[in-house]
């Protein structure tokens, strides 16, 4: 099993910036890749970035390309998604979760945090 708790989200002004992080724990070892969604009210919940955790590699939904960053530090068994420029239409839960080795689709998620943009 892998457990993740998220922190960081809370309310900012349209333009502003927060920092998600999820701390990982258990079998951290079999993590492939790890996964930021969001769920806006009435909306399905979307991928919005995702990094594979042993090379590093990146992916982003185009609708926060060039605003949003995700990392990793092994070491901590930590995943950050760093959020710039937000606008009101990012305002919604935002998930971390995990992709384990042999599963086809993420299968640990954490508690959810909340973002709110103003505008």
């Known amino acids: 099993q892998v457990q993740l708790v998220e922190s960081g989200g809370g309310l900012v002004q349209d333009g502003g910036s927060l920092r998600l992080s999820c701390a990982a724990s258990?079998?951290?070892?079999?993590?492939?890749?790890m996964g930021w969604f969001r769920q806006a009210p009435g909306k399905e919940r979307e991928l919005t970035a995702s990094?594979?955790?042993?090379?590093?590699?990146?992916n982003y939904a185009d609708s926060v390309k060039g605003r949003f960053t995700i990392s990793r530090d092994n070491a901590k068994n930590t995943v950050y998604l760093q959020m710039n420029s937000l606008k009101p239409e990012d305002t919604a839960v935002y998930y971390c979760?995990?992709?384990?080795?042999?599963?086809?689709?993420?299968?640990?998620w954490g508690q959810g945090a909340q973002v709110t943009v103003s505008s």
């Open positions: 990094i594979n955790w042993s090379g590093g590699n990146t």
């Open positions: 979760a995990a992709q384990s080795y042999g599963n086809s689709w993420y299968n640990y």
């Open positions: 258990g079998r951290t070892f079999s993590i492939y890749t």
